[in-house]
């Protein structure tokens, strides 16, 4: 079946740390991949994507690449701020599956000053 | 322009009643979604109407019916509210060869008592 796997939060950091969330995937055709963020008491936005092998998805200081070879799709900050604090999705989509989105379990960010 | 509504934003209700969340999205899409995030942020997806054609009904209790007045609107009813429905309800949408990027509302937070 399709599934996604993300690292257990919470993960707590320091404000300029480097960030990096694990997303891993498991997918019986072509998916594309997402990141998704929902901030406190919000609904969910999309942070990133891409949909083919070796596309590197980037925004806001985010970067995750599209690892055919490992299955991953690994979200990275190079320096992250208060305002990163959040919840992150790893999601994907299969080709011609109705573009039903299937969700990894969720990564809570905390960045303290 | 708010994108994707949902009306309402919090539901607090008894255990046996049946209540409804309405949902619209001003962007023009063809297709729409409902998802449940539990109270562990995991999100699930429930159902989704593609010009008011039901395209995909996960297994969810035939409490909970979709209903779709045109391709604008997806409604979510749920007869006999029981505990474990509390959730929170988030709908989407999507525009057709638009790379697969969902467009979520800000969410319902149903609370059954």
């Known amino acids: 079946g399709n599934s996604v796997t993300q690292m257990e939060g919470p993960v707590t950091l320091s404000e300029e740390a480097f960030l990096t969330i694990n997303c891993t995937y498991t997918a019986t055709g072509y998916p594309s991949l997402f990141w998704y963020v929902q901030y406190p008491g919000e609904g969910l936005q999309l942070l990133l994507k891409a949909t083919k092998a070796d596309d590197k998805g980037s925004n806001k200081g985010f970067e995750a690449t599209y690892r055919k070879e490992t299955t991953s799709f690994h979200l990275e900050k190079g320096s992250v701020q208060v305002s990163d604090s959040a919840v992150y999705f790893c999601?994907?989509?299969?080709?011609?599956?109705?573009?039903?989105?299937?969700f990894g379990a969720g990564t809570r960010l905390a960045v303290h000053p | 322009d708010t994108a994707v509504s949902q009306t309402p934003k919090y539901l607090v209700t008894q255990m046996g009643n049946d209540k409804s969340i309405k949902c619209e999205q001003n962007l023009g899409h063809d297709t729409m979604y409902w998802y449940k995030q539990d109270s562990k942020k995991f999100l699930k997806i429930m159902f989704s109407?593609?010009?008011?054609?039901?395209?995909i009904n996960e297994t969810v209790p035939n409490r909970f019916s979709p209903k779709s007045p045109d391709k604008a609107h997806l409604n979510l009813h749920i007869n006999s509210l029981e505990l474990g429905d509390s959730a929170v309800y988030f709908c989407?949408?999507?525009?057709?060869?638009?790379?697969?990027?969902?467009?979520f509302g800000p969410g319902t937070r149903l609370t059954v008592l």
């Open positions: 109407y593609n010009n008011k054609e039901l395209i």
């Open positions: 999601a994907l989509v299969i080709s011609g599956g109705y573009n039903k989105l299937i």
């Open positions: 989407a949408s999507l525009l057709a060869g638009g790379g697969n990027e969902q467009f």
